[in-house]
C-alpha cells in the first residue's frame, strides 16, 4: 500500500510518454488519434479517484526527496482534477497536435505534483521546471518566436530560483525543506538571508506570471493554443505558489525578510490584475489577467504566516488552479476578440456556461468556488491584522468583478456575428460529446467546490498543518 | 386621527394563533425561500426554447414558482410566534468549518416583514415583465436568481453567508439592466456594479473586521454581533456598515445609481430594485449597527440622520427639476429610505419601530411610484413631462395608482407608510430633532413635487402632440394594485383584522405584532435611563 501512493504519478506519466511515443512513431489510426484526449482525461480521472484513495497514507520516498502528506495530497488532487477538466473541454480542432497537446498537460501536472511531494529544494526546483518546460513545448507548436521569449523569460526565473536556493543552501547548510526550517529557527533575520528570499520570490512570481512580472511569460504563454493558454495560466502558476507555500513554510522563522515584500507583490496582483482586466477586452487577456489577479489573493494568503491563512490559500488553490486551466480550453480559439464569444450562450450553452463560470470564479464573484476561497482568505487577512492588504483585495476585487461581467454581457446579451463574417480566428469550438461531458462537469465542480467546501476546506486546513503551520 | 392610528399601529399584547396556521411546515423553509427559485431559474436555462416558442411556459413558470413562494412565506408568517425575541424557523449546519463559517439561516420579526416584502415584489416584477418578447428565458432566471440572493440576504445568520448573497444580488441585476435595459442601459449598469460593489467591498470588510476583533473563530452572528467589542472597532465597522448600506440603499451621497438604473432598466428590474434589493441596506443597519454596535450607533446617528435629511431633500429637489417622468420617480423612490434611516438614527424604540415597518411600507412604496411612472411612459410612449399631460381620462387605472402611489410616498393615512412615518417622527423628534425637522423638511418639499407631477401629467390639458396614449394591460394592472393593496391593508389592519367580538385574528397576525419578535432585543441598549 505504501508504494501505491505513487501510482497516480506513475500513470501521469506513463499515459504522457505513450502519447508522445504513439505520435512520434505514428501508432495510432487517425480514429484511434481522436479518442486520444477521451483517453488521456480518463487516465487523469483515475489518477485523481487513486490520489483520494491511497493519498492518505504518509510517507517519504527516494531518501525524504519526496514526502507524501496532506498537503501533497490536496495540491496532486486539485492538479489532476485540472488537467482532466481541460483535456476534457478543449476544443481538440484547435489544438496544433494532438499526441504532444494530450501529453503536456499530463507532464505539467506530473511536474506539480513533483513539486507538491518535494522535500528538498531539488525537488521543488525540478518539479516546476518540468511544469514550466511543458508550457514552453505548446508554445512553440503554435509560435516558436513566442516559444523563444518564453525560453528566454523562464529562464532567467529558473536562474533566480537556481541561485536564491543556492544561497539558501550556502547559509544554512541544508537543502531539505525540514532541515532548513529546523536550522532558521535559531537564527534572526538577516541580509545574507533576505538576498536568496527575495530571488526565490522573484523567480516565483515570474513563473506565475505575476503582475508586474507577467510582462515576458503572460503574452507568450497566451500566444499559444488554448490548452497552451491553460498550462500556463492556471497549472503552472499554480506550481510557482506550490513551491511558494513550501518555502514560506521552510521559510517560516525568517517570515520578517520577506514579508513586505509578499505584501507589496499580493497588493499590486490583486489591484493589477483586476485593473488590467477591466482594461482589456480579447476574453483570453482578460481571463489571464483575471487569474494573475487571483493568484494575488493566493499570495496574500500566505503574508499571514497562519495555518488558516496558508489553509484558504490552499483551498483558493484548488478553485483558480481548475477555473484558470480550463478556462482558456474552454473558451477554445477566440483570437478574434470579444466578438469571437459574442451570443455564445445561445450557440454554445454548455461551454458558455463553463466559460462564464470559470470566469466568474477568477473574479471572485459569489457564491462560486472562487468568492469562497478569497473570503476564506479574506478572513486570515483580517485575523492576522493586514487591513490595508484586505481594503486593496477588495478594490481588486471590485474591478474583477466588473471585468468579468463585461464578457458575460457578451456571452449572454449580444448577438452572436453572422456565418459569413466569422473567420477562421473566431470559429465555433467544435461540439463533441466529450467536450460537452467536460463542460458540464466544469460547471458542476466550480459551483459545488464551495457548496461543499466543508470537507474540501478541512482537507486544505490539514494540508497546512502538514507543512507544520500553527 | 392620529392618535387612532398610533393605537391601531400599537402591537396586541398577548399573541393568539391564527386559524389555519399549521398545515404546512418544514424545518428547510428558510431555505426553500433561498434554493427553490434557483432551482427553477437552473431548470430554465436548460430548457429548450426553440424560437422562442415556449416564452408564455417560461413567464408562467416563473409567476408560478413566485406564487409557490409567496404561499410558502404567508404560511411561514402566520406561524410566526410575535413577540419572541429569537430567531425563528432557523436552520444551523456547518459549512466551512475551518474558517468557522456556518450556514445559519434564521429570522426575527424585521426578516419576516423584508421576506414578504421580497415576495410581494418578486410576484409584482413577474407580472411586470409579462411584455418582455426578447431573450426571455434568461430574463426570468435571472429575475429568479436576484430574487434568491436577496431572500438569502435577508435570511442570513451568518456574516460570511450574507456577504455571499449580499454580492451575489448584484450580478443578475447588472446582466438584467445590460441586457434589457433601454439606450443608456450600459451606463446604468456600470454605475451599479460599481456602487454596489463598492458597498459589497465594505461589507466584506465590515464583516471581516467583526469577525477578526471577535477571536476569529466563528461568522456566526449570535457571536459576532453580540461581542461587546471597543469602540474603536464599533465605529469602524459601523462606517463600513454605513457605506454597504449607503450604496444599496441609496442614501446621499453614494446614491448615483439609482436615477440611471430606475430609468433604464426594464419595469420588473426596477420594482425588484427599489422594491426589495434595495431595502436590504436599512435591514444590514439594522442588524450590524444599531442592534449589535450601540456604542458607535450614538455616535453615529447624527451621521445617519444627516444622511437621511439629506438622502430625503436631495430626491425631493431632484424630482422638482426633472424632466423625464422615470428619472422623477427614481429620486421620489429614495424619498422612503431616508425616512426608514431617520427611525434607525433615532435609537428609541418607537424610531426603531417605525423604521422596521418602513423598510416594508417603503419598500412597497418605492416600488409602485418607480412601477406606475414606468408604465405611464411605457403606455403614453414619452417620458417627457414636457410632453405628458392631461392623461388621467385616458389612463384611468394608471391615473389612480399613480396617485395612490404619490400618496404612499407621503405617508398619508389609511396608508401602511403613515404609521411608519409617524412612529419613525414620532421616535426621531425626540433624539434627533434637527434631522427629523430637516427630514420633515424634505417630506414637505418632496410633497411639492409630487403634486407638481400628479397636476403636470394627470390633470393638466391634455397635449395634441403627444403620441397615442392606452391604459394600464391586465398584467400591469394586477402588479401596480397587488403593490398598493399591500400598502393599504397594512394601512388600515397594521393590527391584522379579527373575527368581530373575539382578538382571534382573521387569517393575518398582523404586521405590527410579527414585526414585534425581535425589535424588543434590537432596542434595548437604548430603552430606560442610561440610554439618553
Known amino acids: 500500500m505504501r508504494n501505491a501512493v505513487l501510482v497516480p504519478d506513475a500513470l501521469i506519466v506513463a499515459a504522457a510518454v505513450l502519447a508522445l511515443l504513439a505520435g512520434r512513431f505514428s501508432w495510432l489510426s487517425a480514429s484511434s488519434r481522436r479518442r486520444l484526449p477521451a483517453l488521456a482525461a480518463a487516465v487523469a480521472v483515475v489518477a485523481f479517484g487513486l490520489e483520494l484513495w491511497v493519498g492518505a497514507t504518509l510517507s517519504t520516498y527516494f531518501g525524504g526527496a519526496l514526502v507524501q502528506d496532506r498537503f501533497a495530497l490536496f495540491a496532486k488532487a486539485a492538479v489532476l482534477l485540472a488537467a482532466a477538466l481541460a483535456i476534457a473541454t478543449a476544443d481538440w480542432t484547435t489544438e496544433d497536435s494532438i499526441p504532444i497537446g494530450v501529453a503536456m498537460p499530463l507532464l505539467a501536472a506530473f511536474g506539480v505534483m513533483v513539486a507538491a511531494s518535494a522535500g528538498d529544494l531539488v525537488a521543488l526546483w525540478a518539479g516546476l521546471e518540468l511544469a514550466a518546460a511543458a508550457g514552453v513545448v505548446m508554445v512553440s507548436l503554435r509560435r516558436p518566436d513566442l516559444a523563444l521569449r518564453s525560453l528566454l523569460a523562464g529562464g532567467l526565473a529558473s536562474a533566480l530560483l537556481l541561485m536564491g536556493i543556492a544561497y539558501l543552501y550556502a547559509t544554512t547548510g541544508n537543502q531539505d525543506i525540514a532541515a532548513i526550517r529546523a536550522v532558521l529557527l535559531g537564527s534572526a533575520p538577516s541580509v545574507a538571508l533576505a538576498i536568496p528570499v527575495v530571488l526565490l520570490l522573484s523567480g516565483l512570481a515570474m513563473r506565475a506570471s505575476l503582475v508586474p512580472f507577467q510582462v515576458a511569460g503572460l503574452p507568450a504563454g497566451l500566444g499559444a493554443s488554448p490548452l497552451g493558454s491553460g498550462l500556463a495560466v492556471g497549472l503552472i502558476a499554480a506550481g510557482a505558489v506550490i513551491v511558494a507555500i513550501k518555502l514560506g513554510a521552510a521559510l517560516l522563522p525568517i517570515s520578517a525578510v520577506y514579508s513586505p515584500y509578499l505584501e507589496v507583490l499580493a497588493a499590486i496582483a490583486m489591484v493589477g490584475g483586476g485593473a488590467a482586466a477591466l482594461a482589456v477586452r480579447a476574453p483570453r487577456t482578460r481571463l489571464a489577467y483575471l487569474a494573475a489577479g487571483q493568484v494575488g489573493w493566493l499570495v496574500a494568503g500566505l503574508v499571514t504566516h497562519y495555518r488558516t491563512g496558508v489553509g484558504a490559500s490552499l483551498f483558493l488553490l484548488g478553485a483558480f488552479v481548475v477555473a484558470a486551466t480550463c478556462g482558456p480550453a474552454v473558451l477554445g480559439r477566440a483570437e478574434g476578440g470579444e466578438a469571437a464569444i459574442a451570443g455564445l450562450g445561445a450557440l454554445r450553452p454548455a461551454r458558455a456556461a463553463a466559460l462564464a463560470l470559470a470566469m466568474l470564479s477568477l473574479a471572485g464573484a459569489p457564491p462560486l468556488a472562487g468568492a469562497f476561497g478569497?473570503?476564506?482568505?479574506?478572513?486570515?487577512?483580517?485575523q492576522s491584522g493586514h487591513f490595508a492588504l484586505l481594503a486593496l483585495g477588495a478594490l481588486g476585487w471590485i474591478l474583477g468583478i466588473a471585468a468579468a461581467l463585461g464578457t458575460l454581457r457578451t456571452i449572454y446579451l449580444q448577438s452572436p456575428l453572422e456565418e459569413g463574417r466569422r473567420g477562421a480566428s473566431a470559429a465555433l469550438p467544435l461540439l463533441t460529446r466529450l467536450s460537452s461531458m467536460g463542460a458540464v462537469a466544469l460547471c458542476f465542480v466550480i459551483v459545488a467546490y464551495g457548496l461543499l467546501g466543508n470537507p474540501i476546506m478541512g482537507l486544505a486546513d490539514q494540508g497546512a498543518q502538514a507543512l507544520g503551520l500553527r | 386621527m392620529i392618535l387612532s392610528a398610533i393605537l391601531a399601529a400599537s402591537p396586541t399584547p398577548t399573541p393568539v394563533s391564527v386559524p389555519g396556521s399549521g398545515i404546512f411546515s418544514s424545518p428547510l423553509l428558510l431555505s426553500l425561500t433561498i434554493w427553490m427559485p434557483v432551482a427553477v431559474a437552473a431548470a430554465l436555462s436548460v430548457m429548450p426554447n426553440p424560437r422562442g416558442r415556449y416564452d408564455v411556459l417560461i413567464k408562467q413558470i416563473a409567476f408560478f414558482t413566485n406564487l409557490g413562494l409567496l404561499f410558502v412565506l404567508f404560511v411561514a408568517y402566520n406561524q410566526f410566534q410575535s413577540f419572541v425575541p429569537t430567531m425563528q424557523y432557523e436552520e444551523k449546519v456547518p459549512w466551512l468549518a475551518a474558517v468557522g463559517v456556518t450556514y445559519h439561516l434564521g429570522v426575527d420579526g424585521p426578516g419576516m416583514l423584508m421576506l414578504i416584502l421580497s415576495g410581494l415584489i418578486g410576484i409584482a416584477s413577474v407580472l411586470a415583465s409579462l411584455g418582455i418578447r426578447e431573450r426571455v428565458r434568461p430574463y426570468f432566471a435571472l429575475l429568479l436568481l436576484a430574487q434568491a440572493a436577496v431572500n438569502g440576504a435577508i435570511v442570513a445568520h451568518d456574516m460570511f453567508i450574507l456577504v455571499l448573497f449580499w454580492g451575489a444580488a448584484a450580478i443578475p441585476l447588472a446582466l438584467l439592466v445590460f441586457g434589457w435595459g433601454g439606450p443608456r442601459s450600459q451606463v446604468a449598469g456600470w454605475r451599479l456594479i460599481g456602487y454596489w460593489g463598492l458597498g459589497t467591498a465594505a461589507l466584506a470588510v465590515g464583516a471581516m473586521t467583526l469577525y477578526a476583533a471577535t477571536g476569529g473563530t466563528s461568522f456566526d452572528m449570535d457571536v459576532v454581533l453580540k461581542a461587546t467589542l471597543s469602540p474603536r472597532i464599533q465605529m469602524a465597522v459601523g462606517l463600513l456598515m454605513i457605506v454597504a448600506a449607503a450604496t444599496r440603499l441609496p442614501l446621499f451621497p453614494l446614491h448615483g445609481w439609482i436615477r440611471d438604473v430606475c430609468a433604464e432598466a426594464p419595469i420588473g428590474v426596477s420594482v425588484v430594485v427599489t422594491g426589495a434589493a434595495s431595502r436590504l441596506g436599512a435591514f444590514l443597519l439594522l442588524r450590524t449597527l444599531i442592534a449589535a454596535e450601540p456604542v458607535a450607533a450614538h455616535i453615529l446617528g447624527p451621521l445617519l440622520?444627516?444622511?437621511?435629511?439629506?438622502?430625503?431633500?436631495?430626491?425631493?429637489?431632484?424630482?422638482?427639476?426633472?424632466?423625464?417622468?422615470?428619472?422623477?420617480?427614481?429620486?421620489?423612490?429614495?424619498?422612503?429610505?431616508?425616512?426608514?434611516?431617520?427611525?434607525?438614527?433615532?435609537?428609541?424604540?418607537?424610531?426603531?419601530?417605525?423604521?422596521?415597518?418602513?423598510?416594508f411600507a417603503g419598500g412597497l412604496a418605492a416600488?409602485?411610484?418607480?412601477?406606475?411612472?414606468?408604465?405611464?411612459?411605457?403606455?403614453?410612449?414619452?417620458?417627457?413631462?414636457?410632453?405628458?399631460?392631461?392623461?388621467?381620462?385616458?389612463?384611468?387605472?394608471?391615473?389612480?395608482?399613480l396617485i395612490a402611489a404619490a400618496l404612499a410616498i407621503l405617508g398619508v393615512p389609511i396608508l401602511a407608510t403613515f404609521p411608519a412615518e409617524l412612529m419613525t417622527f414620532f421616535g426621531a423628534f425626540k433624539t434627533q430633532p434637527i434631522g427629523a425637522f430637516a427630514v420633515a423638511l424634505g417630506l414637505a418639499v418632496g410633497a411639492v413635487a409630487l403634486a407638481t407631477l400628479l397636476r403636470r401629467i394627470l390633470f393638466g390639458p391634455p397635449n395634441p402632440d403627444a403620441p397615442g396614449v392606452s391604459d394600464s394591460s391586465l398584467g400591469e394592472t394586477w402588479y401596480l394594485a397587488l403593490l398598493a393593496g399591500g400598502l393599504l391593508w397594512v394601512g388600515v389592519f397594521p393590527g391584522g383584522p379579527t373575527i368581530p367580538g373575539t382578538a382571534t385574528p382573521l387569517f393575518d397576525p398582523g404586521m405590527v405584532n410579527v414585526m414585534a419578535a425581535g425589535i424588543s432585543e434590537i432596542a434595548s441598549p437604548y430603552t430606560g435611563p442610561s440610554a439618553q
Open chain 2, 367 to 401: 416600488a409602485l411610484i418607480v412601477g406606475a411612472c414606468a408604465t405611464i411612459s411605457e403606455r403614453a410612449q414619452s417620458r417627457s413631462l414636457l410632453v405628458l399631460s392631461g392623461l388621467a381620462p385616458r389612463m384611468p387605472n394608471l391615473a389612480w395608482l
Open chain 2, 305 to 359: 440622520a444627516a444622511l437621511a435629511a439629506l438622502t430625503v431633500g436631495y430626491g425631493a429637489v431632484a424630482a422638482l427639476r426633472t424632466v423625464d417622468i422615470r428619472q422623477v420617480s427614481a429620486y421620489l423612490a429614495m424619498i422612503p429610505g431616508g425616512v426608514t434611516v431617520l427611525g434607525l438614527a433615532a435609537l428609541s424604540p418607537l424610531g426603531i419601530a417605525g423604521s422596521v415597518l418602513s423598510l
Open chain 1, 374 to 382: 478569497e473570503l476564506a482568505v479574506a478572513a486570515a487577512l483580517a
